[in-house]
T-cell receptor, first 111, second 113 residues
Framework: GIQVEQSPPDLILQEGANSTLRCNFSDSVNNLQWFHQNPWGQLINLFYIPSGTKQNGRLSATTVATERYSLLYISSSQTTDSGVYFCAVWGFMEYGNKLVFGAGTILRVKS | NAGVTQTPKFQVLKTGQSMTLQCAQDMNHNSMYWYRQDPGMGLRLIYYSASEGTTDKGEVPNGYNVSRLNKREFSLRLESAAPSQTSVYFC????????????FGQGTRLTVV
């Protein structure tokens, strides 16, 4: 089945710094999502980005489907950006279609 | 717009008790999913319903049953809870298979003692 790898696994930033999170996937996909799991455990949709570039405020994402990777950019980080960032793609597994998650990047933003 | 709503948010059960986790979505989505999230294991698919009237097993279905009550609602039942079912449970939905965005509920934190 499809594999999703995220890097780095952990990231500590000073408030105001910028960062880039990477997601590599093992097979061609036609849908990819980025989520933020906040400290309360909620999974927040950030981007649905099968290909191309999207921006939402301080966050932007780029997916290059032909090269099987996606990048999430966080600019001018704030303490509220802390949490876990997941990349996920839909892949066909032996039991059907499944949203396959990467292991996540744990982001800690210090004030 | 409520999106995907799960109840309850927290629950403590004794081993052997039963309970049903409820999930409802108001986005007119066809497909609904139940995942569990455990430390170091990521999110694993328990059951899913591709459309109203159908349900299928996912990666970790043992110990669970589901009901797609109607297009809006998809419930997850634990018939005889075990400590290994202590987890955070998420319900998700999306419009249709293939090319569409999934949305998640706020999660149910279940502890079995």
């Amino acid at each position: 089945g499809i594999q999703v790898e995220q890097s780095p696994p952990d990231l500590i930033l000073q408030e105001g710094a910028n960062s880039t999170l990477r997601c590599n996937f093992s097979d061609s996909v036609n849908n990819l999502q980025w989520f933020h799991q906040n400290p309360w455990g909620q999974l927040i949709n950030l981007f649905y980005i099968p290909s191309g570039t999207k921006q939402n405020g301080r966050l932007s994402a780029t997916t290059v489907a032909t090269e099987r990777y996606s990048l999430l950019y966080i600019s001018s980080s704030q303490t509220t950006d802390s949490g876990v960032y997941f990349c996920a793609v839909w892949g066909f597994m032996e039991y059907g279609n499944k949203l396959v998650f990467g292991a996540g990047t744990i982001l800690r933003v210090k004030s | 717009n409520a999106g995907v709503t799960q109840t309850p948010k927290f629950q403590v059960l004794k081993t052997g008790q039963s309970m049903t986790l409820q999930c409802a979505q108001d986005m007119n989505h066809n497909s609904m999913y139940w995942y569990r999230q455990d430390p170091g294991m990521g999110l694993r698919l328990i059951y899913y319903s591709a459309s109203e009237g159908t349900t299928d097993k996912g990666e970790v279905p043992n110990g669970y049953n589901v009901s797609r009550l109607n297009k809006r609602e998809f419930s997850l039942r634990l018939e005889s809870a075990a400590p290994s079912q202590t987890s955070v449970y998420f319900c998700a939905s999306r419009a249709r298979g293939g090319i569409s965005e999934a949305f998640f509920g706020q999660g149910t934190r279940l502890t079995v003692v």
